[in-house]
């Protein structure tokens, strides 16, 4: 029989496979982290200045791993969202008050978010990391998966799960086929200084290129993420400050007074992607690699981070053999609607809210109207804001989806 060097294999430290890693410390499970970066090496990408909004359920999830408490030094409350389209009446306010919770969600940077993950990962006896170094070929088997390195070394495990992202390359390795949509739309993401305190509400305002999103966070700033017409995004990041945030404000209004400051702008094309198949013989696809959305509603990395708490919950009860086929099946079925329900939910924000038709203007005001008026219905709103609608059966190790 081949010498199987691990019981599991992560491909991608960024933030939902250093989450996994993190979740599985207290296992028996020998577990190896294979990434194409030096830990806290500033050109990570997953790790850089974005903010990122964690829904209340995903904050129970790291209450859960006993990591949330070294994140909340870093984070933001979100008390209130307050929702709008421009051009047209009707707005919707969610209060985490209402909802008897203490946040409806929270705002932190993605590097203080890698900072905290890779500084428990480097206190986790069941742990190699592996980099920088990347994968360039596989060979699956019935009892382990093969992996060649990029520096000609062969590493094996019974489970191999891949996090490496939207491009994932384990998922170009299998040929899995994905669903592919290009929205025609790019993100503007940067940190903005408005003239007014944001008191912990965060804004998402629709408009006919897309919805822009400022998000609360510390030292009075708020974190953008501008969904622009792709081809548009060129001209803006180009511009000097002052233009740039008088377009801005044209678009977002004074909800928070003058926009006074911005920070580094960056860009990135928007497209759904979702794998065929999550789950192939020994081999799982786990966040962007599984489904990359779409950031209307920030959903992307919280739905990630679910896929995290149920194959966690899955492979510590099964350390035996954490790649036995049925196990893998548990997971897929267990995640499929969830994956599912958020997709097709964010799809047809884009679709609905994306667009200058003066007849959906005119419904879609009223509909944030009628949401904002009816508490069964905002209570609905927010429980998918937060993550807590989700039908899932609860984690024998403490974690709620």
């Given at each position: 029989?081949?010498?199987?060097d691990?019981?599991l294999?992560?491909?991608g430290?960024?933030?939902?496979g250093a989450s996994l890693?993190?979740?599985?410390?207290?296992?028996?499970?020998?577990?190896a982290?294979?990434e194409a970066?030096?830990?806290n090496?500033?050109q990570?990408?997953?790790?850089d200045d974005r903010?990122?909004?964690?829904?209340?359920?995903?904050?129970?999830i790291?209450?859960s791993?006993?990591l949330w408490?070294?994140l909340?030094a870093?984070s933001?409350?979100?008390?209130d969202?307050?929702v709008?389209?421009r051009?047209?009446?009707?707005?919707?306010?969610l209060?985490?008050e209402?909802e008897?919770v203490p946040?409806l969600g929270?705002v932190?940077?993605?590097?203080s978010m890698?900072?905290?993950?890779?500084h428990?990962l480097?206190?986790?006896?069941n742990?190699?990391t592996?980099?920088?170094?990347?994968?360039?070929s596989l060979k699956?088997h019935?009892?382990?998966?093969?992996?060649i390195l990029?520096?000609?070394?062969?590493?094996?495990a019974k489970?191999?799960?891949?996090?490496?992202?939207a491009q994932?390359?384990?998922?170009?390795l299998?040929?899995?086929?994905?669903?592919e949509?290009?929205?025609?739309?790019?993100?503007?993401?940067a940190n903005?200084?408005?003239?007014r305190?944001?008191?912990?509400?965060a804004?998402e305002?629709?408009?006919d290129?897309g919805p822009?999103?400022l998000?609360?966070m510390?030292?009075?700033?708020?974190?953008?993420?501008?969904?622009v017409?792709t081809?548009?995004?060129?001209t803006?990041?180009?511009l000097p400050?002052?233009?740039?945030?008088a377009q801005?404000q044209?678009?977002?209004?004074?909800?928070l007074?003058k926009?006074k400051?911005?920070?580094?702008?960056?860009?990135?094309?928007?497209k759904?992607?979702?794998?065929d198949?999550?789950?192939?013989?020994?081999i799982?696809?786990?966040?962007?690699?599984a489904?990359?959305?779409?950031?209307?509603?920030g959903q992307?990395?919280?739905l990630?981070?679910?896929?995290?708490?149920a194959?966690?919950d899955?492979?510590?009860d099964?350390?035996?053999?954490?790649?036995?086929?049925?196990?893998?099946h548990?997971?897929?079925?267990?995640?499929?609607?969830d994956?599912?329900d958020v997709?097709?939910?964010?799809?047809?924000?884009?679709?609905i809210?994306s667009?200058?038709?003066?007849i959906?203007?005119?419904l879609?005001?009223a509909?944030l109207t009628?949401i904002?008026a009816?508490p069964?219905?905002?209570?609905?709103l927010?429980q998918?804001?937060m993550?807590?609608?989700?039908k899932?059966?609860?984690?024998?190790r403490?974690i709620r989806?």
């Amino acid at each position: 029989m081949a010498q199987i060097d691990f019981d599991l294999i992560v491909v991608g430290g960024g933030m939902v496979g250093a989450s996994l890693a993190c979740a599985l410390k207290n296992t028996s499970l020998k577990i190896a982290i294979i990434e194409a970066f030096e830990p806290n090496s500033t050109q990570q990408p997953s790790y850089d200045d974005r903010g990122i909004a964690l829904a209340y359920g995903s904050q129970r999830i790291f209450e859960s791993m006993g990591l949330w408490h070294q994140l909340a030094a870093h984070s933001t409350e979100i008390s209130d969202i307050h929702v709008s389209d421009r051009g047209h009446f009707g707005v919707t306010r969610l209060s985490a008050e209402k909802e008897n919770v203490p946040a409806l969600g929270q705002v932190l940077t993605a590097r203080s978010m890698g900072q905290v993950l890779n500084h428990t990962l480097s206190q986790q006896n069941n742990l190699d990391t592996i980099c920088p170094t990347s994968v360039i070929s596989l060979k699956q088997h019935d009892d382990h998966v093969e992996l060649i390195l990029n520096d000609d070394r062969s590493i094996s495990a019974k489970l191999i799960v891949a996090a490496d992202g939207a491009q994932s390359t384990i998922r170009q390795l299998l040929g899995l086929g994905a669903l592919e949509h290009d929205y025609g739309q790019t993100a503007i993401t940067a940190n903005i200084s408005p003239e007014r305190a944001h008191r912990g509400r965060a804004f998402e305002r629709f408009t006919d290129s897309g919805p822009i999103a400022l998000l609360p966070m510390s030292d009075k700033r708020c974190s953008l993420v501008w969904t622009v017409k792709t081809g548009d995004e060129s001209t803006l990041l180009q511009l000097p400050e002052n233009e740039f945030l008088a377009q801005l404000q044209d678009r977002f209004g004074y909800r928070l007074g003058k926009l006074k400051q911005v920070g580094q702008r960056n860009s990135y094309p928007l497209k759904l992607i979702q794998a065929d198949q999550a789950v192939q013989q020994r081999i799982v696809l786990i966040g962007n690699a599984a489904h990359s959305l779409h950031p209307i509603a920030g959903q992307g990395f919280n739905l990630g981070l679910r896929d995290v708490a149920a194959l966690a919950d899955v492979l510590a009860d099964n350390t035996n053999d954490c790649g036995d086929p049925r196990l893998l099946h548990d997971y897929a079925q267990w995640r499929l609607k969830d994956q599912d329900d958020v997709i097709k939910d964010t799809s047809s924000l884009v679709t609905i809210f994306s667009n200058n038709n003066p007849i959906l203007g005119h419904l879609r005001g009223a509909a944030l109207t009628l949401i904002d008026a009816l508490p069964s219905a905002k209570h609905v709103l927010a429980q998918k804001s937060m993550g807590l609608n989700r039908k899932q059966p609860r984690l024998s190790r403490g974690i709620r989806l």
